[in-house]
């Protein structure tokens, strides 16, 4: 059984940093391709992020050259580094699984693992 357990966010002013963890637990996690999704309210749960098991990445057009993505398979950690927030950026953020080799179009629906999701709030 996958778990997948989220940290790192808070509230930060525009400009901005956070650095987001997840921890996953229950399976052998290079196995698996890792995504970063995030839902405002009101809105849709969108992608942000993605990294297969040989480091390769997807980013969101709105995110690309202020987020990074990364894991440790060692640790069984994924990790996304957030630069430069912005207000918009305000959301809950999941971390999630995919076994699905379309991971990196960002589509909810190819991750079926999912965390508890972590509040980033990013005021102006």
């Known amino acids: 059984q996958v778990q997948l357990v989220e940290s790192g966010g808070g509230s930060v002013q525009s400009g901005g940093s956070l650095r987001l963890s997840c921890a996953a637990y229950g399976y052998i996690y290079s196995y698996y391709y890792m995504g970063w999704f995030r839902q405002a309210p009101g809105k849709e749960r969108e992608g942000v992020a993605a990294?297969?098991?040989?480091?390769?990445?997807s980013y969101a057009d709105s995110v690309k050259g202020r987020f990074t993505i990364s894991q440790d398979n060692a640790k069984n950690t994924l990790y996304l580094q957030m630069n430069s927030l912005k207000p918009e950026d305000t959301a809950m953020y999941y971390c999630?699984?995919?076994?699905?080799?379309?991971?990196?179009?960002?589509?909810?629906?190819?991750?079926?693992?999912w965390g508890q999701g972590t509040q980033v709030t990013v005021s102006s």
């Open positions: 999630a699984a995919s076994n699905s080799r379309e991971w990196s179009l960002l589509r909810k629906v190819n991750f079926g693992y």
């Open positions: 990294i297969g098991g040989d480091g390769s990445t």
